[in-house]
């Protein structure tokens, strides 16, 4: 099983930037990708970006160009790099690890765009 834990949110203006990390510890057997979602009050939760173990990355619409996912292998760590952050972009976000037999969550940790 893999533990997952986010950090890096908290309250930013708009057109501001913010990282956020996520430390997965634990066993990657069976991993397809890792990932970020979010949620926002009154919303599903929607994908933003994930990686896989091939280093290819998949982006929302409303993400591409604005945010950037990476990992780093060594420090089994994923993060989520955004730029030009919009009030539209507050949300709880969690990482996910998508594994074939089922998917962890993070905790998730809130992001919050506002002047």
């Known amino acids: 099983q893999v533990h997952l834990v986010e950090s890096g949110g908290g309250l930013v203006q708009p057109g501001g930037s913010l990282r956020l990390s996520c430390a997965a510890s634990?066993?990657?057997?069976?991993?397809?990708?890792l990932g970020w979602y979010r949620q926002a009050p009154g919303k599903e939760r929607e994908l933003v970006a994930s990686?896989?173990?091939?280093?290819?990355?998949k982006y929302a619409d409303s993400a591409k160009g604005r945010f950037t996912i990476s990992r780093n292998f060594g420090k089994d760590t994923i993060y989520l790099q955004m730029d030009s952050l919009k009030p539209e972009d507050t949300a709880v976000y969690y990482c996910?690890?998508?594994?074939?037999?089922?998917?962890?969550w993070g905790q998730g940790t809130q992001v919050t765009v506002s002047s």
């Open positions: 990686i896989d173990s091939g280093g290819f990355t």
């Open positions: 634990g066993s990657f057997f069976g991993l397809n990708s």
């Open positions: 996910n690890a998508d594994f074939y037999h089922g998917d962890v």
